[in-house]
């Protein structure tokens, strides 16, 4: 089974700033990797889908990278709705198909 | 619009069953997996199960295998998951989740509201 790692467990900014989340694959997932966001009381919505691509919809200050076992979500300037939990998930080794175990966004 | 429904969540007491439903509409039904996805109160995401397009594939989470089941029935553009044996564990809010593009690519681009499971004496 893949562990995938993410780290800070919690992040605390203000608004404008720049957000930096990582996600580490205990082996490799080439770029099967995935991004959701998930706000208190709602499902989750997909944000980045291989490691880099945009979902539909997504506003341009979130983008992906890495590969292998390290990945990084970047929102570039944070906006007050992007305060969140955000998860990263792996297709590449499944079953089973696993996620992090979530970073928190909050305002500082 | 891509829309997923799940219902059948409820109050059930340990060792007991409960099926849930997701009906889908928006999209070729029959053209794309789906997949259960539970929360528990408080906690992070846990997949659960995956049934390909046409259902002959199904895989299960080590914690769920030998007790749920999922299928799906393409002409009513509905899956299932249907719960035995289910234990305080297995409280958690239930989604299911469309595959992004045809076949098997494992990310999930489009959810349902989930539906609460409470096993509890």
């Not at chain 1, 709602?42 to 076992?69: E, H, K, M, V, W």
């Not at chain 1, 970047?74 to 979530?102: H, K, M």
């Not at chain 2, 080590?62 to 393409?74: E, L």
Request: with cysteine; aromatic share 10%.
């Amino acid at each position: 089974e893949i562990v995938l790692t993410q780290s800070p467990a919690t992040l605390s900014l203000s608004p404008g700033e720049r957000a930096t989340l990582s996600c580490r694959a205990s082996q490799s997932v080439i770029t099967y990797l995935a991004w959701y966001q998930q706000k208190p009381g709602q499902a989750p919505r997909l944000l980045i889908y291989d490691a880099s691509n945009r979902a539909t919809g997504i506003p341009a200050r979130f983008s992906g990278s890495g590969s292998g076992t390290d990945f990084t979500l970047t929102i570039s300037s944070l906006e007050p709705e992007d305060f969140a939990v955000y998860y990263c998930q792996q297709r590449y080794n499944w079953p089973p198909i696993t996620f992090g175990q979530g970073t928190r966004l909050e305002i500082k | 619009e891509v829309q997923l429904l799940e219902s059948g969540g409820g109050l059930v007491q340990p060792g007991g069953s409960l099926r849930l439903s997701c009906a889908a509409s928006g999209f070729t039904f029959s053209n794309y997996g789906v997949g259960w996805v539970r929360q528990a109160p408080g906690k992070g995401l846990e997949w659960v199960s995956i049934v390909t397009d046409n259902g002959e594939r199904t895989e299960y989470a080590d914690s769920v295998k030998g007790r749920f089941t999922t299928s799906r029935d393409n002409s009513k553009n509905t899956v299932y998951l249907q719960m035995n044996s289910l234990r305080v564990e297995d409280t958690a809010v239930y989604y299911c989740a469309k595959c992004k593009t045809p076949g098997l690519a494992l990310h999930f681009d489009h959810w349902g509201q989930g539906t609460l499971v409470t096993v509890s004496s």
